[in-house]
């Protein structure tokens, strides 16, 4: 049985600054519950694609030109931000962004912005963030801005959490971070995948261990899929072993 298709991205082409064409026609789709991989190296397309979905594009002066996206079937493309915010699609930003001057804690309630959503229900939302990142529980009262690197991730992704979100945009979790923390920040989206079903499509530049947590893959080159496949596959893929494995 084949999973029902949560999002599909049917050839869009991106264009920044009315000129610049980025993305070249990327199509893609992710089934409910998966973890997908968008991946390839700097420059190659993803953040843009990620930003094409979550409607970010416009205040970075890029547009989506032609193609179309759907999400439950319905057509996003062109809706305001916030429309996939309550439809429960949360896109975590690379580089973090959390508030520096808010404690760990101040920062997660931040996310629980869903409207009707009651004191008890927050502070259990709160409970789940905190069993998936004890990390977090330890450092709720100190100021975000003081958290390491790695404490900073988690707290992104604890926030995006915290609204209980259907499915995740995840752009770069591994960036700067140690090898081992990266493992046990995708070891967390796995067991959130698997225990809360959360759906996740992130953007990754290392591709080995992207490969290793996701179940599908795209390879993005100078704005178009080059390849895509079951993560299985692609691990075993000598092109991909070559190009992609060696790197990270
Ligand atoms: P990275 O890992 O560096 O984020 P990426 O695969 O996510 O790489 P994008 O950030 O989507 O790639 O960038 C794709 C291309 O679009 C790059 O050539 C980049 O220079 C260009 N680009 C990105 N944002 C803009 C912008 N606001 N205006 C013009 N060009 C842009």
Same mark, same amino acid.
């Given at each position: 049985t084949q999973a029902e298709t949560l999002l599909e991205v049917s050839n869009i082409e991106v264009i920044y600054d009315h000129v610049i064409l980025v993305l070249k026609g990327v199509s893609l789709k992710v089934p409910k519950g998966g973890i997908t991989a968008l991946l390839g190296g700097n420059g190659a397309g993803k953040t843009t694609t990620l930003k094409s979905i979550s409607n970010l594009l416009r205040s970075e002066r890029g547009e989506v030109t032609k193609g179309r996206i759907t999400y439950m079937g319905e057509p996003i493309h062109d809706s305001d931000p916030s429309v996939l915010v309550r439809r429960g699609v949360i896109q975590v930003m690379e580089g973090r962004h959390c508030f520096e001057? #808010? &404690?760990?804690?101040?920062?997660?309630? &931040?996310?629980?912005? &869903?409207?009707?959503?009651?004191?008890?229900?927050? !502070?259990?939302?709160?409970?789940?963030?905190?069993?998936?990142? *004890?990390?977090?529980?330890?450092?709720?009262?100190?100021?975000?801005?003081? &958290?390491?690197?790695? =404490? !900073? !991730?988690?707290?992104?992704?604890g926030r995006?959490?915290?609204?209980? *979100?259907?499915?995740? +945009? +995840?752009?770069? *979790?591994?960036?700067?971070?140690? *090898?081992? +923390?990266? =493992?046990?920040?995708?070891?967390?989206?796995?067991?959130?995948?698997?225990?809360?079903g959360v759906t996740?499509?992130?953007?990754? !530049?290392?591709?080995?261990?992207?490969?290793?947590?996701?179940?599908?893959?795209?390879? #993005? =080159?100078?704005?178009?899929?080059?390849? %895509?496949?079951?993560?299985? %596959? +692609?691990r075993e893929n000598p092109d991909v072993k070559e190009f992609y494995l060696g790197m990270s």
């Open positions: 001057h #808010l &404690t760990v804690e101040e920062n997660l309630l &931040t996310g629980a912005y &869903t409207l009707g959503v009651s004191k008890a229900e927050i !502070q259990q939302n709160l409970e789940l963030v905190y069993s998936y990142f *004890p990390r977090l529980k330890e450092r709720r009262k100190s100021q975000a801005g003081y &958290t390491s690197g790695g =404490e !900073q !991730q988690m707290l992104a992704i995006a959490l915290m609204s209980k *979100p259907e499915m995740i +945009l +995840l752009d770069e *979790p591994s960036m700067g971070l140690a *090898p081992q +923390l990266v =493992e046990q920040i995708f070891r967390i989206v796995k067991s959130v995948n698997e225990n809360e996740f499509l992130l953007a990754e !530049q290392n591709t080995n261990v992207a490969l290793r947590y996701a179940h599908y893959g795209y390879i #993005l =080159e100078s704005g178009r899929v080059v390849m %895509d496949g079951l993560a299985a %596959d +692609l």
